[in-house]
């Protein structure tokens, strides 16, 4: 029995039309049922809905022999022991520097001023910030990543940007990019090498369907 592990929340919903263009279907509807495991249409695939910041982590350790991830978390996680054949061209979005509107930022990275970052990407982060030799102390936050600055808390956040409309509400703008996102499939490395054939196949068909 072959397992597909898929986040819940937005990249699920734009992931089932992907599947069922690949010939996947669901025997339940996965955001309406209570089921943790979950059969298809396919007799020897199943699928099982958890957090999207776990999805690595049930394929690297074998629970789940493929998945859908954001590159966002795989930046995060660092995709060890993960194949990632294929961008699925869901989920897109991008990974930003974002500050208040009233902060000079640029100015703050040319003096060399150490910078108080909150994010939940503390590991993505860190590396960006060391790539470009910008001091910074950070600070994980799980949610309200917007409210960071305005409580004083921190001189800017480094989360996920789609339209851009919750940070300008919040007097927050862009100021760089980290990393565009979007949602890749991943394979656990040993699965692929002994089960190469039936999951060559599962990947051959998500690949027509993001092509098609």
């Known amino acids: 029995m072959i397992t597909l592990a898929l986040p819940k929340g937005r990249i699920l919903e734009e992931a089932l039309p992907l599947l069922a263009r690949a010939g996947i279907h669901p025997a339940e509807a996965p955001d309406a049922t209570r089921r943790l495991i979950i059969a298809t249409n ?10 999207a910041s776990d999805v690595p982590t049930y394929v690297q350790y074998g629970a789940a022999e493929l998945g859908i991830a954001g590159s966002d978390i795989l930046l995060e996680h660092g995709a060890a022991g993960l194949y990632q054949p294929l961008d699925l061209g869901i989920g897109r979005c991008r990974l930003c520097v974002a500050a208040p ?21 503390v590991i993505a ?8 030799g910008v001091h910074v102390d950070l600070i994980k936050l799980y949610g309200s990543m917007e409210l960071a600055p305005l409580a004083g808390l921190a001189d800017a956040i480094v989360d996920l940007v789609s339209s ?29 090498k002994t089960g ?13 369907a993001v092509q098609g």
């Open 42 to 51: 396919l007799p020897d695939l199943r699928i099982v809905v958890v957090r």
């Open 101 to 121: 509107e009233d902060f000079d930022y640029p100015g703050a990275v040319r003096r060399g001023a150490r910078l108080r970052i909150a994010s939940k990407y």
């Open 125 to 132: 982060s860190r590396d960006f910030f060391a790539r470009k």
């Open 164 to 192: 851009g409309a919750t940070l300008q509400a919040n007097a927050l703008r862009e100021v760089e990019q980290v990393a565009p996102v979007s949602s890749r499939l991943v394979l656990n490395q040993a699965a692929y």
């Open 196 to 208: 190469r054939e039936r999951l060559a196949t599962l990947v051959d068909a998500l690949e027509r």
